[in-house]
């Protein structure tokens, strides 16, 4: 399998731009999770999905964030307007709870970079 | 709002065993122990995990105590390439999300 599929890996845009990021889950896992990290606040949960229906968005930090899964295989995450304080990578990863306990695995990330 | 506390680094030598503790005092019954790596630049990556029971791996063991309350991380031939920081995390098992702590710095040193 070739694993949970970010893209872009890297993008550098300038403060007011819209920032989309995507995310190819593993083929046949129902769960997805959008993760921020940086080194002030570590790894951070912004939302995740079942089914594509969001379950838990309590970690989006405001309005200007938006995540949708239109399919089992797609989802985004975006930033309008973005801030520099946006900078950060973001994680995209997926599971399929299992009888003994759900392995996620995650993405190699995008790094996100406002000027 | 971790529920596990670990040390913020530790060292190891390379080829000697690394023991990476976690204390989760308030781990709830149904709650299973993760533990997940992240070497720099890349995604955390699954290590193992364990409800009650030890259990081993070709990565790692994981050993928990009786009453559940704290465990360890056991990697037992530290190379360079396992430096990196572990995360000790508990959650229900049914695709519930993951919050992670601080970790674990583990330097393995030559």
């Known amino acids: 399998d070739a694993g949970v599929i970010q893209s872009p890996r890297h993008e550098v845009t300038e403060m007011g731009q819209e920032v989309t990021l995507r995310c190819k889950p593993i083929?046949?896992?129902?769960?997805l999770f959008w993760y921020r990290q940086t080194m002030m606040r570590g790894l951070e949960l912004l939302i995740y999905f079942n089914n594509n229906v969001p379950i838990d968005d309590s970690g989006m930090p405001e309005d200007r964030f938006s995540a949708k899964m239109p399919n089992a295989s797609f989802s985004t995450l975006k930033i309008q307007p973005s801030e520099p304080r946006d900078s950060a990578v973001y994680f995209c990863a997926s599971t399929l709870p299992g009888y003994s306990g759900n392995t996620i695995y995650f993405g190699e990330g995008s790094w996100l970079t406002v000027v | 709002d971790a529920k596990t506390t670990q040390p913020p680094s530790m060292d190891c030598a390379e080829g000697r065993a690394a023991n990476l503790p976690c204390n989760h005092s308030t781990i709830s019954g149904n709650e299973y122990v993760y533990w997940y790596r992240q070497i720099h630049s890349q995604g955390p990556q699954y290590i193992i995990h364990g409800l009650k029971n030890n259990e081993t791996n070709e990565m790692a063991s994981l050993i928990i105590t009786e009453d559940r309350k704290s465990s360890t991380l056991i990697l037992p031939h530290a190379t360079l390439r396992d430096t990196a920081v572990y995360y000790c995390i508990v959650s229900p098992g049914d695709g519930n999300k993951l919050v992670f702590g601080a970790g674990t710095i583990l330097r393995v040193k030559s």
């Open positions: 083929s046949g896992h129902d769960y």
